[in-house]
């Protein structure tokens, strides 16, 4: 695949003294249904939401630049009293809701609580009232003489975000994924060992619809990763597990969705085995295709294409960073073999796409086969910068633009990742700045 010869890419950066602290690392990346509005979440607990300013006849490179639309604080850290357990802010998944109306919704969530948002924008103000003044405070009474039909007049634009609801108390275990529902009345939230399914107007209970948690703790041997409702039908959903199976399940056939009616599983290789042959397998995302016919399934060194009608084997496998097989101690030493990628599809599910390490991302066109590695760095996000395939090498023979697997910076890595629904536009979250390419010549990338 060839990176395209006209990439764009805007990027956003956070202050000096953000850096340090930490709280600006990006923990999110999600486009909304029409690719409009792009939001982020960060590790201090703040949603930024990005918007696509409108095409300009007279800069034709102009279109797809995202800029600030709003920012507000989602999660304050907390403090759970009867466990002595501090709940950090960090804003763990944002899902956008289908727009119903003029307003946009979307749902945050830290480790515990989810939230419900609401964006509307405001560009008059009603003036005129007979009751109050032009502060809002009550007037006399008896001042008032005649009466007079309040008008609406102009006003700058206001662009306000409201909680509608907090969704608190529904999970003992780290959330770690949220998903709506293609009836856009329910979504569902995973933590490490259940699944509950919510009303999005009911805040005080939730249906637990998966409990993998044993009567005895010490008997614990996997843990849910990641969950996703199917994009058409209301009633499958899927969870990943850290043993690396992915399970299918049907609310239709029970309420309670402990046995799934459908297990995708890759036999394990006895031959390949070793110490960290089920930490490299545990699957850190899973993502329905936009047809709803495929799985993709994201482990440390693969991304795998599932067929929801084939549970023997993934009808793709696909190499993220084979080189690192031989680096896994060190990986394991410094925790990086721990560290969760997550995965995407475009929007004709054709190319699907991955972060690495180095702040290198991956793109697999499923169709000719051919892959490529892009960086994301300052120089490639200059406008109408070229994104320039990148090449690891092991050992042997360099070619000049080479790079060592062992001169990789395991400190910079790309685990956030989002393709605009329709358009070949990516957003790549690179720690701490927000990288958004476009291909220009629709070429490579579709």
Same mark, same amino acid.
């Given at each position: 695949m060839q990176a395209s010869p006209h990439c764009h890419a805007n990027v956003s950066e956070p202050s000096s003294e953000e850096i340090t602290s930490g709280a600006d690392i990006i923990?999110?990346?999600?486009?909304?249904?029409?690719?409009?509005?792009?939001?982020? %979440?960060?590790?201090?607990?703040? =949603?930024?939401?990005?918007?696509?300013?409108? /095409?300009?006849?007279? *800069?034709?490179? %102009?279109?797809?630049?995202?800029? =600030?639309?709003?920012?507000?604080?989602?999660? /304050?850290?907390?403090? *759970?009293?009867?466990?002595?357990?501090?709940?950090?802010e960090k804003i763990n998944k944002i899902k956008w809701l289908p727009q119903q109306n003029a307003g946009h919704s979307l749902l945050s969530t830290n480790d515990k609580t989810i939230k419900l948002w609401k964006i509307t924008e405001r560009d008059k103000k009603p003036e005129g009232y007979n009751l109050k003044d032009e502060e809002g405070k009550l007037k006399d009474l008896s001042t008032v003489t005649s009466l007079q039909v309040p008008v609406l007049k102009p006003t700058d634009l206001m662009v306000e975000v409201s909680p509608r609801r907090i969704f608190a108390n529904g999970h003992t275990y780290h959330v770690n994924s949220i998903s709506v529902n293609s009836d856009c009345e329910t979504y569902m939230s995973a933590d490490d060992l259940r699944i509950n399914l919510w009303h999005l107007a009911i805040t005080d209970r939730s249906f637990n619809i998966v409990d993998i948690k044993p009567a005895n703790m010490e008997d614990l041997t996997e843990v849910i990763t990641a969950s996703e409702f199917h994009p058409h039908h209301c009633n499958l959903f899927v969870y990943s597990s850290s043993k690396g199976s992915l399970r299918l399940c049907d609310m239709r056939a029970s309420a309670l969705c402990d046995k799934h009616f459908k297990l995708f599983e890759e036999p394990e290789d006895p031959g390949s085995r070793s110490f960290f042959s089920e930490i490299i397998s545990s699957v850190s995302d899973v993502k329905f295709s936009h047809s709803g016919r495929y799985m993709l399934a994201r482990d440390y060194l693969t991304v795998k294409v599932w067929d929801l009608n084939m549970e023997t084997k993934p009808i793709e496998i696909y190499q993220i960073h084979d080189y690192l097989r031989s680096k896994l101690c060190s990986l394991y030493e410094n925790d990086c073999i721990f560290d969760k990628f997550e995965c995407a599809w475009n929007g004709s599910d054709s190319v699907i796409m991955t972060g690495a390490y180095n702040n290198f991302f991956r793109m697999f066109d499923r169709n000719t086969k051919r892959d490529v590695t892009l960086e994301a760095s300052r120089e490639?996000?200059?406008?109408?910068?070229?994104?320039?395939?990148?090449?690891?090498?092991?050992?042997?023979?360099r070619r000049k633009d080479d790079i060592s697997v062992d001169s990789l910076d395991f400190t910079k890595k790309i685990l956030h990742t989002a393709w605009h629904p329709t358009e070949n536009i990516i957003a790549i979250a690179a720690t701490n700045n927000l990288y958004i390419f476009q291909d220009k010549m629709n070429s490579g990338m579709h």
């Open positions: 923990s999110t990346v999600e486009f909304n249904h029409t690719g409009e509005l792009l939001a982020t %979440g960060d590790k201090g607990g703040r =949603v930024v939401i990005f918007q696509r300013e409108p /095409e300009s006849k007279n *800069d034709p490179y %102009g279109q797809g630049e995202y800029n =600030v639309y709003s920012t507000f604080q989602s999660h /304050e850290p907390e403090f *759970d009293y009867l466990k002595s357990l501090e709940i950090e490639s996000s200059k406008p109408r910068a070229i994104l320039k395939p990148r090449r690891v090498c092991i050992g042997g023979k």
